[in-house]
């Protein structure tokens, strides 16, 4: 997979080549460049926002710069070549979730458009729309200063689902949400720690009875944490122990 960020600073993607992530670049398995907007700025201040139309707090991004940038680094999609998926963090976003992670996993080239201030002028993503998907993505209920790091959560969401790049891939198969609940805790040794003791079942070796104690536990924290999942879950979801619980 082939990855572009656009941004007024880059530093703040440098994260990505750490870890799981730098090794999976390493390997070849993505490639991830990262573009500073304001190379396409041609004033000696290198501006690339301006005040809102209709007044208003803060700054908005201009358009003329980022129409540039996106031509550029978008570049001529070859006729036949489906176009990048161009994806816009912002807070009045479509909810990121990890069944996203799983359709951009499928995607094979991935631009994201970093803003910051007020946004960036709506024309910018009306325009792009009509040579390219573009979806605006928010990470969760809450506004931070820019795209930046709503960037690194989706590429990291997405880039572990990808072939080879997690160790062992049946993690991501165990995710939470991958069968909509939330994931029940975790233990490892040592058996007691400070006066707590792992739960017995998880010693048992009965394969059985800890797949049914994990299920009771993901579907306890899923109902105290997010009724909501539990709410969407298909009728057929739940079995007859699962209703039992
Ligand atoms: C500037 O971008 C944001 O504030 C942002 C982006 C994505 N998700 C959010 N919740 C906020």
Redesign the pocket.
């Known amino acids: 997979m082939r990855i572009d960020v656009v941004t007024i600073f880059p530093g703040y993607l440098a994260p990505l080549r750490e870890a799981l992530l730098g090794r999976a670049i390493d390997a070849g398995l993505i490639s991830v460049a990262v573009h500073d907007l304001r190379t396409w700025t041609h004033d000696v201040h290198q501006a690339v926002d301006d005040a809102p139309y209709g007044g208003g707090p803060g700054m908005v991004m201009r358009p003329q710069v980022w129409g540039e940038a996106l031509d550029a680094v978008v570049g001529d999609v070859p006729s036949g070549e489906a176009p990048p998926r161009l994806i816009v963090?912002?807070?009045a976003?479509r909810p990121f979730t990890q069944a996203m992670a799983h359709e951009y996993a499928a995607e094979s080239r991935l631009v994201f458009a970093c803003?910051?201030y007020e946004?960036i002028d709506q024309r910018v993503i009306d325009d792009a729309a009509t040579w390219m998907p573009v979806d605006e993505?928010?990470?969760?209920?809450?506004?931070?200063?820019?795209?930046e790091v709503?960037v690194l959560a989706i590429v990291e969401a997405v880039a572990r689902l990808l072939p080879g790049v997690l160790g062992n891939p049946a993690s991501a198969e165990q995710d939470s949400f991958s069968d909509g609940l939330l994931e029940g805790p975790a233990y490892t040794r040592p058996e007691t720690w400070r006066g707590r003791a792992v739960p017995d079942v998880l010693r048992s070796g009965n394969h059985g009875a800890i797949a049914r104690w994990r299920r009771d536990r993901a579907l306890e924290r899923t109902a105290a944490r997010r009724p909501d999942l539990l709410a969407a879950l298909p009728p057929t979801a739940l079995d007859r122990a699962d209703r039992a619980l």
């Open positions: 963090p912002t807070p976003g803003g910051r946004g993505v928010s990470i969760g209920d809450y506004v931070l200063v820019g795209g709503a």
